[in-house]
């Protein structure tokens, strides 16, 4: 599986950012496979921001996004999305897009997803 994050940028306090991870070389149905983001400070280990189970039917985050960030995914397209809105300068990471089939109840380590994006760069300015 081939992921490609992409949507970063630098933007205030405040603002919002979509990030999308577009998969390929999917060895079955993208709806069959889990999706999550990851994110990345400088200094700082991996950590989980949210998630989307197979075929989208249900969704988890991180405490210090819920409310804000929104998980999200077209299986059409084969591709899943972070809606980022009252955007903080502690949200500025590194975002990497993650996937499995099917699903962990380990989620939110990065350890159980098995293929992964090359990041995307959100920097949020003060």
């Known amino acids: 599986v081939q992921l490609q994050a992409s949507g970063g940028g630098l933007v205030q306090t405040g603002g919002s950012l979509r990030l999308s991870c577009a998969a390929s070389?999917?060895?079955?149905?993208?709806?069959?496979?889990?999706m999550a983001w990851f994110r990345q400070a400088p200094g700082k280990e991996r950590e989980f921001v949210a998630a989307?189970?197979?075929?989208?039917?249900?969704?988890y985050y991180a405490d210090s996004v819920k409310g804000r960030f929104t998980i999200s995914r077209d299986n059409a397209k084969n591709t899943v999305y972070l809606q980022m809105n009252s955007l903080k300068p502690e949200d500025t990471a590194v975002y990497y897009c993650?996937?499995?089939?099917?699903?962990?109840?380990?989620?939110?380590?990065?350890?159980?997803?098995?293929?992964w994006g090359q990041g995307t760069l959100v920097t949020v300015s003060s």
């Open positions: 993650a996937a499995r089939l099917y699903w962990s109840v380990a989620y939110a380590s990065s350890g159980v997803w098995n293929s």
């Open positions: 070389g999917l060895a079955a149905t993208f709806r069959v496979y889990s």
């Open positions: 989307s189970r197979e075929s989208g039917g249900m969704k």
